[in-house]
C-alpha cells in the first residue's frame, strides 16, 4: 500500500536518482519517482515544482564544482597552464561525480536545452577550448572533444575502479592524447 503523508527532500531525490539510472531522465516519469517513494505524485511536486527542478538539485554539487573550474581555468593567462588546470580538473570532477554522470549518460544533449543547464553549455565550450591548448585547429579541437565525452563515458562505465586508480589512468591517457601548448 502507498504512503499517502509528503516524503523527505532526501529520499525523493535518492528515488529519482534510482529511475534516473534505470530508465534515464527522459524515460522517468514524476509518477515513476513518486511510485519509487511510495507517496503520491501530488507529494512529490509538494517538494519540487517538476522532473527538472530535480535533475538541477540531483547535479548541483556537481555544477558548482564545474563553475569553479570554469573560473580557476580563466584564470590561467597561460594557454599550457589552462590545459593542465582544465585537464586535472575535469578528471577530478568526473570521477568525483561519476555516479551523477553515469545517471545521465547518453542524455546530456537533450538536457543541455534546458533552461536550468544553459550555462553548462558555455562552460564546457570554455572546457573544450582550454583542453585543446586555446588553439582553433581542428585536430587540437577535435583530440580535446573526445578526450572530454571519453573521461564522462569512462567514469559512469568503470564504477568499480576505485577513484585514485581512476584518475591516475585518465591523468595519463590526457596528458598522452592533448597536442603539448608551446
Known amino acids: 500500500m502507498a504512503r499517502t503523508t509528503p516524503q523527505t527532500h532526501g529520499e525523493i531525490l ?3 536518482a534510482r529511475r534516473f539510472g534505470v530508465t ?11 511510485g519509487e517513494v511510495g507517496c503520491s505524485k501530488a507529494a512529490v511536486l509538494y517538494h519540487f515544482a517538476n522532473k527538472e527542478a530535480i535533475l538541477t538539485e540531483l547535479m548541483a ?14 584564470a590561467q593567462a597561460d594557454p599550457a597552464s589552462a590545459q593542465r588546470v582544465a585537464a586535472e580538473g575535469f578528471v577530478d570532477l568526473a570521477v568525483r561525480f561519476r555516479g551523477e554522470i553515469a545517471l545521465l549518460r547518453g542524455e546530456f544533449p537533450e538536457l543541455m536545452q534546458q533552461p ?10 570554455r572546457l573544450l577550448d582550454a583542453l585543446a591548448g586555446r588553439s582553433a585547429r581542428a585536430p587540437a579541437r577535435i583530440a580535446a572533444f573526445v578526450l572530454l565525452a571519453g573521461v564522462a563515458e569512462t567514469c559512469g562505465e568503470f564504477a568499480d575502479v576505485p577513484d585514485e586508480e581512476l584518475r591516475r589512468s585518465l591523468l595519463t591517457l590526457l596528458r598522452r592524447a592533448l597536442e603539448p601548448v608551446n
Do not use: M, N, W
Open 14 to 16: 535518492a528515488a529519482a
Open 24 to 34: 534515464g531522465y527522459r524515460g522517468t516519469s514524476l509518477q515513476d519517482i513518486a
Open 61 to 74: 554539487p556537481a555544477i558548482e564544482v564545474l563553475r569553479s573550474l570554469d573560473k580557476r581555468i580563466a
Open 116 to 125: 536550468g543547464f544553459a550555462h553548462i553549455q558555455q562552460i564546457s565550450e
